[in-house]
């Protein structure tokens, strides 16, 4: 090697290792100043938010707030400044929105952690939503940047998709952000990771698969088995089909994409395959993160990594492939195990009831 390059080599390296610098959790990260700044506020997001890292009620209800803020954006302009926060620091006005009813509990829950962070509520959020995440085993070291000004306006009503809404309707609004519906079927690893609290308030913290504290596809596979029962005593609610488990909900929405030709194959794609729906998953939220932002720092090496997911995959005790209602014919279903026994009931997420906190008060004027 030649003097010159070897000497441009020892400067690279140098300049390297001078970023580069181990923090007291083991990892060593390379954005050293951004990154720094951001342990104090996960250890308190770990602590005070998802009580000691669980992927709980608060973790479900931070990647559902990260998604509700990102969403309020259009590619062709005219609607909110997407992933910037705005669902927190506008809380009075986008809790409003029915799409986002039940919003405001995990509004509450972070708002005085955000005051403490010195974050932006754009970086806030979707730090809040890429931590919660990564509590839940199987799921993908979500990425993370920040740098996010301020939000300027909240975002206007009628950008997050609600389950009553058809397949064509929710396409088109993806789109209008900037999705293809691929990307669609994707994010909606989400509800592997969910339940829902105010579709039908008197079954708070209502999974939508079996196992909502791991991030699988699961969720993937229950949606297909034909639905023959409601979750709790009451009637379906707008916006929910028949389940075919006691005590797990199905939305609408959800079971109209695992039928339609437009995305039945990427649904079923999905079925079992752990590293390419955690693949799929992590780009797609990246995408969602940055929705209307630009010249953000990579800070991803503060994010810690989660637990990885056992699998495979089972069908519910008493439930087999006969109980599907396969919509893609194009490829083989794969082939998956039964778990033994009789079937289960699935009991709800707690903390899902006990979430009923004051609304936050809104920044000072001008963020009312
Ligand atoms: C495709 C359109 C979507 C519709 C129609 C939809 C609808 C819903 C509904 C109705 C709930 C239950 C709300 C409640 O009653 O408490 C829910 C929960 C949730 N959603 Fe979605 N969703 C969609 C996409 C997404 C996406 C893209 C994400 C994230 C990337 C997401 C993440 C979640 C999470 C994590 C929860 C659980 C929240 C909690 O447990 O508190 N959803 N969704």
């Known amino acids: 090697m030649s003097f010159g390059r070897l000497a441009v080599l020892v400067v690279l390296l140098a300049s390297h290792l001078a970023a580069a610098v181990t923090c007291p959790g083991g990892q060593v990260v390379a954005n050293k100043v951004t990154s720094l700044e951001l342990f104090p506020v996960i250890k308190l997001l770990q602590a005070d938010l998802f009580d000691g890292g669980e992927c709980g009620e608060e973790a479900h209800a931070a990647l559902r707030l990260a998604f509700h803020d990102a969403i309020g954006f259009s590619t062709s302009g005219g609607k909110g400044g997407g992933a910037d926060g705005s669902i927190l620091a506008f809380n009075k006005t986008e809790t409003k929105y029915a799409a986002n009813d039940g919003i405001d509990d995990i509004v509450a829950a972070q708002w005085p952690i955000f005051l403490q962070s010195n974050l932006s509520a754009g970086d806030f959020v979707h730090l809040a939503g890429a931590i919660g995440t990564g509590n839940c085993p199987g799921a993908p070291l979500l990425p993370y940047s920040m740098g996010r000004p301020p939000p300027v306006a909240p975002a206007p009503d009628l950008t997050v998709p609600q389950p009553t809404d058809s397949v064509t309707k ?22 592997s990771i969910a339940d829902a609290n ?38 379906l609610k707008d916006g929910e089909v028949l389940s075919p488990l006691a005590g797990e909900m199905r939305l609408k929405s959800d079971f109209a994409f695992s039928q ?24 797609a939220m990246q995408k969602l993160q940055l929705l209307g932002q630009t010249g953000l720092t990579d800070c991803s090496d503060a994010i810690p990594v989660p637990k990885t997911f056992a699998g495979p995959i089972k069908y519910p005790a008493s439930f087999s492939q006969a109980n599907l209602k396969i919509a893609c014919l194009s490829t083989p279903f794969p082939s998956i195990a039964t778990v033994a026994g009789p079937a289960p009931t699935i009991p709800p997420v707690s903390g899902a009831s006990d979430t009923q906190q004051t609304t936050a008060e809104p920044l000072a004027l001008p963020f009312s």
């Open 260 to 283: 339609d030709n437009r995305t039945a194959c990427f649904w079923q794609e999905a079925i079992n395959d752990q590293p390419f729906i955690m693949a799929r998953f992590h780009d």
């Open 198 to 235: 105010k579709l039908d308030p008197s079954i708070p913290g209502t999974p939508f698969d079996s196992t909502p504290f791991t991030f699988d596809t699961q969720f993937y596979l229950e949606v297909l088995l034909k639905g023959t029962r409601t979750p709790g005593p009451g009637p």
């Open 170 to 191: 929710i396409l088109a609004r993806f789109a209008d952000a900037g999705f293809v519906p691929a990307e669609v079927i994707w994010l909606l690893a989400s509800h």
